[in-house]
């Protein structure tokens, strides 16, 4: 019995290594020469390995070798493009996880920096640390499906600091084309990537610091994409009575009878099923075989609401869209898996090229995980089954 399950731990770090070897071929184009070539699979290694803290020296050690200047050099001066990378990423993840139905999540992150010379660092609100703080934030865009969640898309937030102090920028290698965009704008160029690029998805969803830009949700009804957008209690939107008439979502709530609140599950959560109280309130029409709802999500406990702007086929039913809002809940645990996992705030870089190429490299070995223990899952069921 000993060896037979030797046998097996031994197949499975073959499989491992050998799906990771894979995973590096898909890549290993977008490097130029053969010494960054080599080190991105041992970056890749380091990331996905027993290291304590994955930075320059640790991976190098990992790796075998005596400094970090090489594994500094990957990130700083290599000839390749992570945005490359990045469109590699966006496909492995479509492959394994692909589905017609996924949900393209849109949200944020803090990696907590020292001093002021890290791109794009400056005190301000982190939910990380939950309260302001220095540090960089990080808009990402993850996919989820019934077959997994990983991460397709990334982009660095620089304030209005930075991109008014050229020296700065200069000095941090940020490109002389970037300009200012807030974090919504960011969020529609990543979302237009994975539109344009054909990812399937029919569903887009994030908090209220994206819902409750009107335009980025004018720009989803406008590309047809169905959405479920956390908005504040403030929010005005578009009654469902002809004219221009508008209220907030609290007083659109205000007027919803009792019988009309159903009990409904977000999902699981940590400690068992998220269950609330839901209802939903008609808006202004939509286009064609389209509407849109503010949905709203009450606590069992003290009461307490939340807002949605929703925009979808006519004939979604509010548990639709309740399975929607509860996706955005994933993201949460997809950011906790990769800084914990594979070190995506390990990193040590200070400058706009390293961050896109240590962030990058980390996603794509998150996806790595998820697709592994997918798919590992799934032999498991058919054994489960087979027996």
Known sequence: MREANEAADIEEVRAW????????????????????RRRALAYLRGLLGAVTRKNGWQLAEHAGERTPDGMQRLLATADWNPDLVRDDLRAY??????????????????????????????????????????????????YASGKGRAFIDRELYLPRCWTED?????????????????????ARVMLARALDAGVPASWVTADEAYGGDPVLRRWLEARGVSHVLAVKASEPLG???????????????????????????AGQGAKGRRLYDWARVELAPAAPEMARW??????????????????APAETSMVGL???????????????QAKAEV???HYEVRRWPGWYRHITLALLAHAFLVVTRTTAAGDSAKGDAAA
């Open 17 to 36: 290594a050998a799906g990771l070897d894979a995973l590096h071929a898909r890549i290993a184009g977008r490097f130029a020469r053969a010494e960054p």
């Open 93 to 142: 993840v479509v492959e394994h996880l692909g589905d017609p139905q996924a949900v393209l999540v849109v949200d944020e992150t803090g990696f907590l920096k020292k001093g002021t010379t890290s791109v794009g660092v400056q005190r301000q609100y982190s939910g990380t640390a939950g309260k302001v703080d220095n540090c960089q934030l990080g808009v990402f865009l993850a």
């Open 166 to 186: 050229p020296a700065r920028c200069r000095a941090a290698r940020v490109p002389v084309e970037v300009g200012f965009r807030t974090k919504p704008q960011l």
């Open 239 to 265: 009654t469902a009575t002809q004219g221009s008439a508008r209220a907030t979502a609290a007083q659109l709530v205000a007027g919803v009878p009792a019988e009309q609140w159903v009990a409904c599950s």
């Open 294 to 311: 503010l949905l709203v999500r009450r606590s069992r406990r003290d009461g307490e609401l939340a807002f949605y702007a929703c925009y």
């Open 322 to 336: 309740v399975r929607v809002a509860g996706t955005r809940w994933a993201v949460e645990e997809g950011f906790q």
């Open 343 to 345: 070190g995506l705030d």
